[in-house]
């Protein structure tokens, strides 16, 4: 097997001033217990934001989705592409508006979307983590039937809270994940990388936010950790400083004090169901952070927040 530092690439700031053979041990020291707790366990990652629009941001995703496979760990990218289809659309002269932050989606639109999303992204990161020396291979919640979805029909309204009854085109929510395509490639020495469209009982293509896409995905496959990669530093305190780590308990109180607030709520919401479907821990990290993935999963310390179930006390002996 070809060495995982054979691909990473060394950081220009480094290359001119190399790490000493003390530091280079103690950072194997630290990584390697984190290396045996993740071997040949399930790790979904959601690619998204400034990661996706940054080149040195996306190489640096894609050598450390290779060097995770390498390391014996099992991969799964999903990713998402909002700007990237707003673009595309206003090339196209197609208008498109928003409800409760999802894309208001009729039929040119989701065709569009679809061909963003399956066709140029998805091949742009299987490319990409090509060239660093992985074997990806790009799919969509419609090969297989991996995400059967269904359309949504009513949302919360941001005043009263209540459900309400909405028309938002072709846009789903997975109503049944068949994960056998996404387990026959990871089985092998390949990485999946999927695009979140999904496809409806009665064979139409619906588009799927690409956090609940992915939080669906490793509910269903019960991987070690889901990581979705945002343009924030993670959840913040009163005092604005990152909390590395949240219980479902204490993720639902800092909601109801008001901490967590925002675009945040729905994202930490759906981190707490993900957990609470079996999933030993969901993290929200900085994708702006050159190889935040490496960095999360093995460092003492991460660059994001932790949300898990809170750890069982020890009987006293």
């Known amino acids: 097997m070809t060495s995982p530092k054979d691909h990473l690439a060394k950081p ?17 020291a630290e990584a390697i217990p984190h290396l045996i707790q993740y071997d040949e366990q399930t790790v979904v990652v959601k690619f998204g934001g400034n990661a996706m629009g940054d080149e040195a941001l996306a190489i640096a995703f894609a050598q450390d989705i290779v060097y995770l496979k390498q390391s014996g760990i099992n991969p799964i990218v999903v990713h998402g592409g909002g700007p990237q289809i707003a673009s595309m659309l206003k090339k196209l002269e197609i208008t498109s508006d928003f409800v409760n932050g999802l894309r208001i989606t009729d039929k040119p639109t989701v065709e569009v979307v679809e061909m963003v999303l399956s066709g ?8 990409a983590i090509n060239r660093q020396g992985g074997k990806a291979v790009g799919i969509s919640g419609k090969d297989a039937n991996l995400m059967i979805a269904r359309k949504i029909t009513e949302l919360p309204d941001p005043h009263s809270n209540l459900m309400k009854a909405v028309d938002i085109g072709y846009v789903g929510e997975p109503l049944e994940v068949n994960p056998h395509i996404v387990e026959v490639i990871s089985k092998s020495d390949l990485i999946p990388v999927i695009a979140p469209v999904g496809i409806s009982r009665d064979g139409e293509t619906l588009n799927i936010n ?6 669906a995905l490793a509910a269903r496959m019960q991987a070690k950790r889901l990581i979705l990669l945002t343009d924030v530093a993670g959840v913040l305190d009163e005092n604005k400083k990152l909390i590395p780590k949240l ?7 800092m909601i109801k004090a008001g901490t967590i607030s925002g675009g945040m709520i729905p994202k930490i919401e759906g981190c707490i169901e993900v957990v609470e479907a079996g999933v030993e821990g969901v993290v929200v990290i900085d994708g702006r952070v050159p190889h935040c993935v490496l960095l999360e999963l093995f460092t003492e310390h991460g660059v ?10 020890k009987p006293k002996s």
């Open 247 to 253: 219980t479902i308990d204490e993720a639902r109180a």
């Open 12 to 28: 220009t700031h480094l290359a001119e001033n190399e790490p000493s053979a003390h530091l280079q041990a103690r950072i194997l």
């Open 120 to 127: 140029k992204i998805n091949k742009e990161i299987v490319s």
């Open 210 to 215: 690409a956090d609940t896409f992915a939080s």
């Open 304 to 313: 994001g927040t932790l949300v898990r179930r809170a750890e069982r006390k």
